[in-house]
């Protein structure tokens, strides 16, 4: 010790050092993590580091236990389809979308940071106004959404820019009836659907009767005699910008968004549904949505326990609702990592 008090050498900078394991840094030298950390609700895990000070990095640890930002969305099981205009499934090596400006299309990748390449939009459009004519779908199920024509823009010519919501991009729909189909959605005993939009006109999400109306999400029924329809055969759980409605019947569901919910719709029918539709009830113009849309996720398993993680991730991305900043969960050392660069790192896969 120094007269200040201060630590001069660190344990582990003495020669001979075997292993060291420390929830500080105990070696000047060592670069790497003090320990992994496995979640509890999900199994996940994350490696966690030290701060400026060589203590262990908690805010890093508090965050991946609250959030879940981390976690891939592919990471969970029963993924049905991936849309987004972020990269959401590490391994997709496609395109995000298919753009069409006038008479001609392009597929637009992601730049190196898994965002939307805006500039390859600009290139392409330039002055002239583009709309996505097909949204891929990052499952690697081959579910890819295809939009009504010229009806969902995303790049501004007259701007000379991609529409953007809270900083991220946005794909509009004008209160005009423009719709994404997604034919294979369908016939699930189970679908649980997470996505984002953000609404810049409620007058289109309440027709007349509030027992027969569409939020952006809708599905088509077969042989319904009255032209109803529910949104999810079988369990249906749809959650949006943080919310959660869930149909209490097979063919009940509620809609919503950003904390209210718009519909509550009852379908007459509980065959299997054809169609799954994204921003409007099939070709009736009462029912559309206006505003943006930015990401949507579907699986084929139940979600609950996940769910946090899994809008946490997204909101993350697109900062569309204040996060509960409260965990409740459990995390177990997964990996004490050997701080003398001998790799003498210990394990454990137990709750322990």
Same mark, same amino acid.
């Given at each position: 010790?120094t007269?200040?008090g201060?630590?001069?050498?660190l344990p582990?900078?003495?020669?001979?050092?075997?292993?060291?394991?420390?929830?500080?840094k105990?070696?000047s030298?060592?670069s790497?993590?003090?320990?992994? *950390?496995?979640?509890?609700?999900d199994?996940?895990s994350a490696s966690i580091?030290f701060d400026?000070?060589?203590?262990l990095?908690?805010?890093?640890?508090?965050?991946?236990?609250?959030?879940?930002?981390?976690?891939p969305l592919d990471?969970y099981?029963?993924?049905?389809?991936?849309y987004?205009?972020?990269? +959401?499934?590490p391994t997709?090596?496609g395109d995000?979308?298919?753009?069409?400006?006038?008479?001609?299309?392009?597929?637009?990748?992601?730049?190196?940071?898994?965002?939307?390449d805006?500039?390859?939009?600009?290139?392409f459009?330039?002055s002239g106004?583009a709309?996505?004519k097909?949204?891929?779908d990052?499952s690697g199920?081959?579910?890819?959404?295809?939009?009504?024509?010229?009806?969902?823009?995303i790049y501004?010519?007259?701007?000379g820019s +991609?529409?953007?919501?809270n900083?991220?991009?946005?794909i509009?729909i004008a209160?005009d009836?423009g719709?994404?189909?997604m034919?294979?959605?369908?016939?699930?005993?189970?679908l649980?659907?997470?996505?984002?939009?953000?609404?810049n006109?409620?007058?289109?999400?309440?027709?007349a009767?509030?027992?027969?109306?569409?939020g952006p @999400?809708?599905?088509?029924?077969n042989?319904?005699?009255?032209?109803?329809?529910?949104?999810?055969?079988?369990?249906?759980?749809?959650?949006?910008?943080g919310v959660e409605?869930?149909?209490?019947?097979?063919?009940q569901?509620?809609?919503f968004?950003?904390?209210s919910?718009?519909? *509550?719709?009852?379908g007459?029918?509980?065959s299997v549904?054809p169609?799954?539709?994204?921003?409007?009830?099939?070709?009736?113009? @009462?029912?559309?949505?206006?505003g943006y849309?930015q990401e949507l996720?579907?699986y084929?398993?139940?979600?609950?326990a996940?769910?946090p993680?899994?809008e946490?991730n997204?909101?993350?991305?697109?900062g569309?609702?204040?996060?509960?900043? +409260?965990?409740t969960?459990?995390?177990?050392?997964?990996?004490?990592y050997?701080?003398?660069?001998?790799?003498?790192h210990?394990?454990?896969s137990?709750?322990?």
């Amino acid at each position: 010790m120094t007269a200040s008090g201060l630590t001069t050498t660190l344990p582990g900078d003495y020669s001979g050092l075997a292993a060291a394991y420390s929830l500080r840094k105990v070696s000047s030298s060592y670069s790497g993590y003090a320990v992994e *950390v496995r979640r509890a609700v999900d199994n996940y895990s994350a490696s966690i580091g030290f701060d400026g000070s060589g203590n262990l990095y908690t805010a890093s640890l508090a965050s991946f236990i609250r959030t879940g930002s981390e976690t891939p969305l592919d990471a969970y099981s029963g993924l049905a389809a991936a849309y987004s205009l972020r990269k +959401v499934v590490p391994t997709y090596g496609g395109d995000a979308i298919e753009i069409q400006s006038g008479s001609v299309s392009q597929s637009i990748g992601f730049d190196s940071f898994g965002d939307l390449d805006v500039a390859a939009i600009k290139s392409f459009a330039g002055s002239g106004d583009a709309f996505v004519k097909t949204w891929y779908d990052q499952s690697g199920l081959g579910a890819d959404a295809t939009a009504t024509a010229n009806s969902l823009k995303i790049y501004s010519g007259s701007l000379g820019s +991609v529409l953007t919501v809270n900083g991220k991009p946005g794909i509009y729909i004008a209160g005009d009836g423009g719709t994404f189909t997604m034919p294979t959605l369908h016939g699930q005993s189970l679908l649980d659907t997470y996505f984002t939009v953000t609404p810049n006109d409620t007058t289109y999400l309440y027709p007349a009767s509030s027992n027969n109306g569409y939020g952006p @999400v809708a599905q088509q029924g077969n042989g319904n005699s009255d032209g109803k329809s529910g949104n999810i055969y079988g369990s249906p759980s749809i959650y949006a910008n943080g919310v959660e409605f869930t149909g209490t019947t097979r063919d009940q569901v509620y809609n919503f968004l950003n904390g209210s919910r718009v519909v *509550v719709h009852q379908g007459a029918n509980t065959s299997v549904w054809p169609n799954y539709w994204w921003g409007r009830y099939v070709t009736t113009a @009462v029912y559309h949505f206006s505003g943006y849309l930015q990401e949507l996720i579907a699986y084929t398993s139940s979600q609950a326990a996940n769910r946090p993680y899994i809008e946490n991730n997204i909101n993350s991305y697109y900062g569309i609702y204040t996060p509960d900043s +409260v965990s409740t969960e459990d995390a177990y050392v997964k990996t004490w990592y050997d701080q003398s660069g001998n790799g003498n790192h210990a394990t454990q896969s137990v709750d322990a």
